[in-house]
DNA sequence: GCCGATTTGTCCGTATGTATC
DNA sequence: CGATACATACGGACAAATCGG
């Protein structure tokens, strides 16, 4: 069962981006919109209220909703909400391979609590993965789950997905990451395990992620190549 | 006027902040809220989502909503939603500086368009400046400007705010900005500039920002210091 | 400058569904 | 099973901004 708010948002979403509504243009109105979703107009304006949080339309107070996406050219390797490494090297059309380097346990010290949100004292699974894009060795991928929501890891899955296999086989959901995105000099591990050719340092994402009971399972540092990495967000000015 | 969503909003994010409903715990419900401010619940539900976006709640199905907010230490520069240089600073309660490099007319050419989505052919004034954080040299700012929307800078308004200009003295109002990060080679320009000391890359944001028209009329990239930079979001799986 | 039509913005009260306990 | 709490949606009311006559 889908909501009506979702499948209006993105039915706008794709006449957005194959040009039906094209920069700078307005949709149409919401009454419009309400006739012929045959819905109410508060559940339009959560579809439209949608796309300009997503940076794809901006609403003008007495006169109509305007396009403001420019269809972009492909980037190198862009992330946005969340989604799975797989995920997002399908959308950018790109071949992807992982390896897994290693799988191992560990119990929270203080100085890693603090780092990484986790509890002093639990178990956690500690995960080590190249990700490589199009042959070029491009991400180095530490994880660490714990091990209570996230059990019997194995290489088979950590090398296919390990998001699947939360979401699928151990049916939990997740719903909110907070992610910090820096720049730092590259480490001993960065330039034997990623093909920095030339660069001496990593683009760093650092993961804290929950699942839907509120509870933080998830801890990632990605260490990327400079080259594939592009991280775009959109701020308002005005909450919506 | 102020919304009341918003009052709702601001008074639970401060008691959030201040350790008043502390990590894993609930807030009131939707209709004690409801009570208490004497509003709808969709009022209510408004504030709540927008915590939720902000990564600081997780409404969880039939149980309530927890907050998933951890104080955190202080960081170098954080990078939030739209706010000024000046803004920023204040909130990290550290000393900043704005030193003018240029400020200079052009015509937009056809590579340049495409690069930064402004119109082929019109008037841009480029302005140069540096940040200095605390003493250090911290941040190369490029800006281009449609000259038509923000007319007259002067060395004095870019030395101060040229935010506070265009809000204040012209009345445009800036609603949506969109930016992109990458980690790139640190140019000439970049060493001669900031203070690299040892370093010889730079962390680099890229901007477009709308007014409430709907009309991109300022491009920036920010060149900073990677000791300097940090930058943060939050990401949901399901839309609110 | 005024008025009325249109369009977005905020809010309410209610109904129904779903998940938790 | 019933009480509670969040989730989606409706329909209506009024405010504020825009635009054309």
């Known amino acids: 069962m ?89 959308r950018s059309s790109l071949h992807a391979i992982t390896k897994v380097l290693s799988i191992e346990h560990a119990s929270v010290t203080e100085s890693f609590a603090c780092e990484s949100g986790f509890p002093v004292g639990s178990d956690v699974t500690h995960v080590e993965r190249m990700r490589y894009i199009d042959g070029h060795a491009a991400i180095l991928d530490r994880n660490w789950y714990l091990t209570e929501l996230v059990p019997n890891l194995t290489p088979a899955i950590a090398e296919d997905s390990i998001y699947a296999y939360i979401e699928g086989t151990l049916g939990m959901r997740v719903t909110t990451s907070r992610r910090t995105f820096t720049a730092e000099k590259a480490l001993k591990a960065d330039r034997e395990a990623i093909d920095l050719d030339g660069y001496d340092f990593v683009a760093v994402v650092t993961n804290h992620t929950f699942n839907d009971d509120g509870i933080m399972f998830e801890y990632t540092q990605s260490r990327h190549h400079p080259k594939h990495f592009s991280f775009t967000t959109v701020a308002l000015r005005d909450q919506l």
């Open 2 to 90: 889908k909501a009506i708010f979702d499948r209006i948002y993105n039915d706008l979403l794709e006449q957005i981006e194959t040009g039906k509504y094209p920069y700078q243009s307005f949709l149409p109105s919401e009454s419009e919109l309400a006739k012929d979703y045959t819905c109410s107009h508060n559940t339009v304006r959560r579809a439209i209220r949608l796309l300009a949080q997503g940076g794809y339309v901006q609403p003008i107070n007495g006169k109509g909703v305007r396009v403001i996406w420019l269809p972009v050219e492909r980037e190198a390797f862009k992330i946005g909400g969340i989604e799975t490494f797989k995920e997002a090297a399908r």
